[in-house]
């Protein structure tokens, strides 16, 4: 008796769909209907953002619990954001992205969530604000919608998701394709084992990055502390938000 084909996991799925050989027409319609969906999420976040006040973005891991000292931490944060003017912009789903929009709540403040549509993990939080809850299935363009409507970015611990977001941000003003704002890491013990990394490994060591690019960021561990200098930065540079 034949022994029967071993079923495929959803990574090998997608793997042998990526190799079949596909037809012209094919090819044409598939391409056209995800440039016009791509263009709908640009719209779309467009609409909505463009109405919000100055945010700050708020990074970190979705796996982080409620009673997690990260959580509280984040909600804090958020709260006194807030009460300096700022809303908050988050990834909208649970972890700290909940906590941000939750503090952002408690303080009466702009709380945005762009959710991006996962199949796992990624649900939106109960704390954004009704009408400024946006799905998008692209990573990119939601990451466009950070950058564009961010004065700043406060990045809590988190995993590969989270250092995308903040190495996207770093590249881009690095690059000078955006305007310089602040990136504060929070919580040193996380953070500097890759401060650590950057300055050594990549900086004097390899000479991948200038010295200088160290300013891009800072870390810091308390909620003040970060708060403070999001408001420093714009002192400095006699400087106001965009909006």
């Not at 990119?140 to 950058?147: A, G, L, Q, T």
């Not at 998701?161 to 310089?180: H, N, P, S, V, Y």
């Not at 909620?223 to 106001?240: D, G, Q, R, T």
Request: proline share 5%; charged share 25%.
């Amino acid at each position: 008796m034949a022994k029967k084909p071993k079923a495929l996991t959803e990574s090998e799925r997608r793997i042998k769909k990526a190799f079949k050989r596909k037809g012209w027409s094919e090819v044409k319609a598939n391409d056209s209907w995800m440039m016009f969906k791509i263009m709908s999420e640009f719209v779309e976040g467009f609409e909505a953002m463009q109405r919000i006040r100055p945010c700050v973005s708020v990074f970190g891991s979705a796996r982080t619990a409620a009673d997690h000292p990260a959580y509280i931490l984040a909600e804090e944060i958020a709260f006194q954001l807030t009460g300096n003017g700022y809303g908050v912009i988050t990834g909208g789903g649970p972890g700290i992205m909940e906590a941000a929009n939750k503090g952002a709540q408690r303080g009466g403040g702009t709380s945005v969530g762009l959710n991006i549509d996962l199949p796992f993990e990624q649900e939106p939080n109960p704390f954004i604000d009704k009408e400024k809850s946006i799905n998008f299935d692209y990573f990119f363009v939601r990451k466009v919608m950070f950058i564009k409507y961010s004065q700043g970015f406060i990045v809590l611990p988190g995993g590969f998701g989270t250092l995308d977001e903040m190495f996207e941000a770093l590249t881009l003003i690095q690059t000078q394709k955006i305007g310089r704002f602040p990136i504060i890491l929070v919580g040193k013990k996380y953070w500097q084992g890759l401060y650590d990394w950057i300055k050594t490994t990549m900086g004097e060591q390899h000479k991948n990055i200038n010295p200088a690019d160290l300013e891009l960021f800072s870390i810091v561990d308390k909620p003040e502390e970060a708060v403070n200098a999001i408001n420093s930065f714009y002192s400095k540079y006699m400087l106001k938000p965009n909006f």
